[in-house]
T-cell receptor, first 112, second 115 residues
Framework: EAQVTQNPRYLITVTGKKLTVTCSQN?????MSWYRQDPGLGLRQIYY???????DKGDVPEGYKVSRKEKRNFPLILESPSPNQTSLYFC???????????FGSGTQLSVL | GQNIDQPTEMTATEGAIVQINCTYQ??????LFWYQQHAGEAPTFLSY????GLEEKGRFSSFLSRSKGYSYLLLKELQMKDSASYLC????????????????FGRGTSLIVHP
């Protein structure tokens, strides 16, 4: 089944404890991106990648890191999480950047 | 940059028709997407418009007027399962600094369908 797999689904952590949210797609998509979704603010892009080893900042990149060592994987790394990073996170991919996005099931992160 | 405006919330009755509007201001335009998002779930693609006019897909249709910076999503024969948030996303004609044309999302319209 073609899909974007994101883990974990829920995560509760404490300030400063490094964490990684994984994202993997099995559709051979070139384009992958991370969004956060907050009430009243909608989806905001954090980082994106147009291909392996090519990543760039979105609208709200501060406090986040990403890597794209393989085409299928695009993990999101929070080196030192803070409470303002409590949010619902979505990974998304598309075959090309101008096509529709396929979203993962989301990760609800709470930073205490 | 882009400015996208959608109503925050709408209500409608099962079996009725509802129109969800999206207006945008952008320095360039290269396509508009509509996504549906049920509570607690991921957004899923509904439609894409790049030329003026109406695109029909079953009970859902999407309209675009580039000169007016305006789009709407029309849902016919509403069903309870259509209760969801509807996201308008606009893609700029010019790439961002890294070369991305990834769309900017509006804040979404929460549609509540009553029996």
């Amino acid at each position: 089944e073609a899909q974007v797999t994101q883990n974990p689904r829920y995560l509760i952590t404490v300030t400063g404890k490094k964490l990684t949210v994984t994202c993997s797609q099995n559709m051979n998509h070139e384009y992958m991106s991370w969004y956060r979704q907050d009430p009243g603010l909608g989806l905001r892009q954090i980082y994106y990648s147009m291909n392996v080893e090519v990543t760039d900042k979105g609208d709200v990149p501060e406090g986040y890191k990403v890597s794209r060592k393989e085409k299928r994987n695009f993990p999101l790394i929070l080196e030192s999480p803070s409470p303002n990073q409590t949010s619902l996170y979505f990974c998304a991919s598309s075959f090309r950047q101008d096509e529709k996005l396929f979203f993962g099931s989301g990760t609800q992160l709470s930073v205490l | 940059g882009q400015n996208i405006d959608q109503p925050t919330e709408m209500t409608a009755t099962e079996g009725a028709i509802v129109q969800i509007n999206c207006t945008y201001q952008t320095s360039g335009f290269n396509g508009l997407f509509w996504y549906q998002q049920h509570a607690g779930e991921a957004p899923t693609f509904l439609s894409y418009n790049v030329l003026d006019g109406l695109e029909e897909k079953g009970r859902f249709s999407s309209f675009l007027s580039r000169s007016k910076g305006y789009s709407y999503l029309l849902l016919k024969e509403l069903q309870m399962k259509d209760s969801a948030s509807y996201l308008c996303a606009v893609r700029d004609a010019r790439p961002a600094s890294g070369g991305s044309y990834i769309p900017t999302f509006g804040r979404g319209t929460s549609l509540i369908v009553h029996p």
